[in-house]
């Protein structure tokens, strides 16, 4: 397995303002995924950040709403840019641990107000 | 879209085996069934998984059935600290394929 950090833990945060979720991981992993989870709801991939390369988004996400950073194999970041009430979630980041599996961070709880 | 169907919740005594199950009927040979649970408040936590021989480890049993096209997660002696969304994913082998989570089931554990 692998032993996800992310900071911060949760924030509460006003609408128009942007906030940068960090993401460390204990060991190099190539393969690292951003994922939300809204209130009452599963989780849904953001996008997938390998060191050296362009984040790759999924449908409905855009580089400009969620940039994100991966400047080595142990570490990302992700920013939820000019926030509304509609961003209140939890951002999960995972890590490709081989060919088989992911491992997940403990998420960042994010309110919009 | 998820490619998995799974009941929306369960219940479940406390010492008993709790048994979830899953169809995915639409697994094609090369797809993976893997087993994640999300207790409150916290991130998905990985249990078990397989392709098309049972598998166990020190969290749980994964039963496939020999068409592959439905499985049973089992927890053997379930505690109170087994209440959790279980989700059963169908993924490709390989590097970077992407986890499509679906709605789960909501496990509860009552003493």
């Known amino acids: 397995s692998a032993v996800i950090s992310q900071k911060p833990s949760r924030d509460i945060c006003q609408r128009g303002t942007s906030l940068t979720i960090q993401c460390q991981v204990d060991s190099q992993v190539t393969m690292m995924f951003w994922y939300r989870q809204q209130p009452g709801q599963s989780l849904t991939l953001i996008a997938t950040a390998n060191q050296g390369s362009e984040a790759t988004y999924e449908s409905g996400f855009v580089i400009d709403k969620f940039p994100i950073s991966r400047p080595n194999l142990t570490f990302s970041t992700l920013t939820v840019s000019n926030m509304s009430p509609e961003d209140s979630s939890i951002y999960l980041c995972?890590?490709?641990?081989?060919?088989?599996?992911?491992?997940f961070g403990p998420g960042t709880r994010l309110l919009v107000l | 879209d998820a490619k998995t169907t799974q009941p929306p919740s369960m219940d479940c005594a406390e010492g008993r085996a709790a048994n979830l199950p899953c169809n995915h009927s639409?697994?094609?040979?090369?797809?993976?069934v893997y087993w994640y649970r999300q207790i409150h408040s916290q991130g998905p936590q990985y249990i078990i998984h397989g392709l098309k021989n049972n598998e166990t480890n020190e969290m749980a049993s994964l039963i496939i059935t020999e068409d592959r096209k439905s499985s049973t997660l089992i927890l053997p002696h379930a505690t109170l600290r087994d209440t959790a969304v279980y989700y059963c994913?169908?993924?490709?082998?390989?590097?970077?394929?992407?986890?499509?989570f679906g709605p789960g089931t909501r496990l509860s554990v009552l003493p």
């Open positions: 639409t697994i094609s040979g090369n797809e993976y």
């Open positions: 994913i169908v993924r490709e082998y390989g590097y970077g394929q992407n986890f499509v």
């Open positions: 995972s890590v490709g641990r081989g060919q088989e599996t992911q491992y």
